[in-house]
């Protein structure tokens, strides 16, 4: 997908403000390019001092919560721990056990199992505590929407603390206590907090906000766990937990996280977001994903060190698991849209398919990459005995919950946020779920890329790191810089894993520098080994046999100029001549192809084909490729019509479509191309 990249204005008088006050160098460019200029408010903007951490007292309901686990704890009552399957609700679950544990409390946990159960609080998991002598149930990240569920509980005697983050709606449940920073009462200010960054306020507010300190020793970590894997804010109090929490992370101290760790990064890493949203939370995901939600929170709750390892060995598999069905399942829902809905009638508004044979723990990433990939909203229904467990993912300024309100009620249960969520839906109400997907508005934002600035080669320094995690930690609202860096040279391409991703070796000025392009198929990216390109990245630091180095993520790329020139211009060309309009007779000169390059064609096309001898690329890049490979000239419009002769010929079928061709060998004998239709009409052309 081309996306426009918007470079921020420049402000080199507050870049050189923010240097005088000691931000360092690639800093003090970002801030100023984000609009903040003055010494004082970027030491605001970067403080993650625990000093700046509201006082819980202040949320909704937070007294009333307080007394009923008090109530609780004196009198040796049950007390359940219900959350959600995610890092946010495990880490809130594993938070509040921890602690109640710690109080000897008589305490157990549930975690609806994702495959079967679906999001939220049900009645027959309320029914199933009640009958083991639960007598009051604290929700963690869910159930502010839980209005039926919550009635039954009052009637049938079983005490509900709520607490949650997701938007509340006009209604809330009948509860002893509905803790939500978000309820339109709350004096609480600070409204973006994680589900885990709620379980640990009531925790914090039981035990004495003056208490902060040790409560933030003893569960930070699980909080900066939940709070980047959620992708909340990263500002003001959210900054406060997640630093320290990394902090606590790389003191190892919790046995089962820090197995995971030891899994996840490379050795002697220091664990940042980057490692947590990239590397442990998914391995965490994976187990609730695939219906294994308390190995992840047992390796949370583990004090044993062989144990911890076990369950790390079992959540790292379970997320090899995760990413093949992922890999498989996405193939198949491109697959199904391109022959069935593309180009339709069906083809409008959000995209929505439902299946019976998708596990519902890997949809919701699908979603997210079809939205990517279609460049609109993405609603995937998984169905099972009649009743459909839908995930939704927004694109580029679609607010999801919006969309929602205006088909809930064909809902079961929906709710999350405002690119994400999900819902339960009755199968028979799918057809008029779609019908009303096509007349819903999506007015979306153009696809593009933030950037933040420009670096030039000399900037990349041993500082450029240690500069960079000045602005740490990273999320939404202080996203990881993305820097544009001009005529990087690509040196080596090779895919990674399932072939979504790349590891390169790039120049820059040169000197040498790993990259990696995650999510760039090798098959997409119109980038070849010898390419110069314009490139939009993030740097990360990284170690190897004990020394850093600096690395660099791509985040899309583009060929320089002159070369991207070239190439449009030759596409139109061939187009001209493929669609019989008027060329001159110098163009079609230039047109004729030499027969070097029919061989130079073949022989790459039988060198990169698949089993069936098939090839998929972008054009440009194939060409460049035969190009640099044969050493000839590169003309994309001449090897086209190498394509278009040889297909005549019944030698193999190619498609070209948006710059990608698939091209198909196919069985046959040497035939006498000089017969082609394209090639005599170019020698006309050329003779007249």
């Known amino acids: 997908m081309n996306k426009t990249w918007i470079l921020s204005d420049q402000n080199p008088e507050a870049e050189s403000v923010l240097l005088s006050g000691g931000i360092p160098p690639i800093a003090a460019k970002v801030l100023a390019a984000r609009g903040i200029d003055s010494i004082s408010e970027a030491k605001d903007f970067l403080n993650t001092d625990i000093s700046i951490i509201e006082d819980p007292n202040r949320l909704p309901d937070i007294d009333a919560a307080c007394s009923r686990i008090r109530k609780a704890l004196d009198n040796g009552e049950r007390i359940a721990v219900f959350g959600d399957y995610d890092v946010d609700g495990l880490t809130a679950v594993c938070l509040v056990v921890k602690w109640l544990r710690k109080k000897e409390a008589d305490c157990i946990y549930y975690i609806p199992n994702r495959v079967e159960e679906g999001y939220g609080l049900n009645v027959d998991a309320l029914e199933q505590l009640a009958q083991k002598g639960v007598s009051l149930v604290i929700t963690v990240d869910l159930g502010i929407t839980a209005i039926e569920e919550a009635l039954w509980a009052k009637q049938n005697g079983l005490d509900l603390i709520i607490t949650d983050h997701h938007k509340c709606r006009d209604d809330l449940p009948e509860a002893c206590a509905v803790v939500n920073p978000r309820r339109a009462d709350s004096e609480y200010s600070f409204k973006y907090l994680s589900g885990v960054g709620v379980a640990f306020m009531l925790v914090l507010a039981y035990e004495g906000f003056e208490n902060i300190e040790p409560m933030m020793t003893e569960y930070s970590d699980l909080v900066a766990l939940g709070t980047v894997s959620d992708m909340m804010p990263m500002i003001k109090t959210n900054r406060a937990l997640v630093h320290r929490g990394i902090q606590e992370i790389n003191r190892g101290n919790r046995v089962g996280l820090k197995a995971l760790v030891r899994e996840s990064a490379s050795e002697n890493a ?196 240690s500069d960079i995690n000045t602005l740490e930690p990273f999320g939404p609202h202080n996203a990881m810089p993305a820097f544009l860096i001009r005529n990087m040279e690509i040196k080596d391409i090779i895919p990674l894993g399932w072939g979504n991703s790349l590891r390169l070796k790039v120049a820059i000025e040169g000197k040498d520098y790993p990259a990696f392009y995650f999510g760039g198929h090798r098959d997409r990216p119109d ?42 211009i030759e596409l139109e060309l061939f187009n001209r001549l493929k669609t019989g309009k008027d060329i001159t007779r110098k163009e079609a000169v230039s047109l004729m192809p030499k027969k070097s390059e029919f061989v130079a064609l073949l022989r790459h096309i039988h060198r990169n084909s698949d089993s069936s001898g098939s090839v998929r690329a972008m054009i440009g890049s194939m060409l460049r490729t035969v190009s640099r490979e044969e050493n000839i000239e590169l003309s994309y419009a001449r090897f086209l019509v190498c394509f278009e002769a040889l297909a005549e010929k019944n030698r193999l079928t190619y498609s070209l ?32």
Request: proline fraction near 3%.
């Open 270 to 465: 220091e664990v940042n977001t980057g490692i947590i949203g990239f590397s442990i939370a998914p391995r965490l995901n994976a187990a609730g994903r695939m219906g294994y939600a308390n190995d992840e929170l047992e390796l949370l709750l583990t004090d044993d060190p062989q144990a911890a390892q076990r369950l790390t060995e079992k959540v790292c598999e379970l997320n090899r698991e995760r990413q093949k069905t992922e890999n498989d399942t996405y193939h198949e829902v491109v697959e199904y849209y391109e022959e069935n809905i593309r180009n339709t009638d069906k083809d409008e508004g959000p995209i929505l398919i439902c299946n019976d044979t998708w596990h519902p723990g890997v949809i919701g990433i699908i979603a997210s990459r079809l939205s990517e990939r279609y460049a609109r909203p993405a609603f995937l229904i998984s169905l099972k005995d009649g009743v459909g467990r839908g995930s939704v993912r927004s694109f580029y300024g679609v607010n999801i919950l919006t969309i929602m309100q205006k088909v809930s009620h064909l809902f079961e249960t929906w709710g999350g946020h405002e690119y994400a969520a999900g819902f339960t839906i009755p199968e028979e109400n799918i057809p008029a779920l779609s019908e009303l997907l096509k007349n819903v508005s999506c007015e979306l934002e153009t696809p593009h890329i933030n950037i933040d600035t420009v670096l030039d080669g000399d900037m990349l320094t041993e500082n450029t790191i």
């Open 527 to 568: 980038m070849c080994c010898g390419d110069i390109v314009d490139a939009v990245c993030k740097l990360e630091g990284d170690r190897s046999r004990g020394e850093s180095f600096l690395r660099i993520v791509l985040l899309d790329i583009r060929l320089e100029k002159e070369a991207n020139k070239k190439l449009r």
């Open 657 to 688: 479509e948006n710059d990608q061709i698939e091209v198909k060998l196919l069985e046959g004998c040497p035939t006498n191309l000089n017969t082609s239709k394209i090639l005599m009409r170019l020698r006309e052309l050329s003779e007249n």
